[in-house]
């Protein structure tokens, strides 16, 4: 690129700086999510799967973690960023959907049927390809009441925008522990594997995972405020320290080992001596 060129690029983003609002649209300013760490969702929830029977929100929890995910099935736009963010970070996990953790998908557009849910999810099945997908993937629609009550319980707040007939909406991710608590939420479109990860065994109660997974927990914590996990600089310090006084301990161990081993070769040289 030519200097005259970023030149230009370098002016234009100033002007658009210079032009930007001071305050975002009023529709804007009411979205957004409201994190509800601890919070329990109204598990008895009716919806319709993508086969149109009815279920409850407590059918997809109860053994295993979940994640929920809030979008709109005709979403053109945002919704499907989501979901690719999602499987990417999916396809990037040793865990399976359906078998360490389920994800419920469930669209806040009261309008749209199970015609519209089974073909999203045929579409993530397929680009996911995990064999237990199709037992712990669903893709859920609702009425109205079901839809408010649970968004309102995790915080996500969306606006209906009826000039544009298109709705205004946060992105995320909520991770549930089994029984139906909200645990962590992960913001955006494109997911950390291990954040996600992380979130799904301290959701799980370290029912999955491995001793890896206690060892990055105890050094990594979560920031609500991020939605991230972040080095933990004291249980670093701490990691460290121990990790020094082992690493003097087995010094001192080996050094007196090798101190003996010498002394016993001394030993038995000078009574060959005597013998001799």
Known sequence: MTP???????????????????????SLERVGFDQRLDAVVP?????RD????AVRLADYVGDKPAILVLVQYKCPMLCNLILNGLTDVLGKLSFDAGREFNVI??????REKPALAVAKQAAYLE????????????????????????????????????????FAHPSGLVVLTPQGKIARYFFGVEYSPRDLRLGLVEASQNKIGTAVDQVMLFCYGYDPKTGKYTAAVMNLVRTGAVVMVLAVVAFIV????????????SEIRSQRSEVS
């Open 4 to 26: 005259a060129a970023l030149n230009a690029i370098v002016a234009l983003c100033g002007l658009a700086v210079a032009q930007a609002p001071e305050k975002l649209p009023e």
């Open 43 to 47: 598990l008895d929830l009716t919806f």
């Open 50 to 53: 993508e086969h149109g029977r």
């Open 105 to 110: 998908t469930v669209s806040f557009d009261a």
């Open 127 to 166: 680009r996911y390809d995990r064999p237990s997908a199709a037992a712990g993937w669903h893709f859920l629609t609702g009425d109205q009441a079901s839809i408010d009550r649970l968004t309102e319980a995790v915080g996500f707040r969306y606006v209906y925008e009826t000039d544009r007939d298109r």
């Open 254 to 265: 080996r050094n007196r080992g090798r101190q003996g081993a010498r002394g016993q070769r």
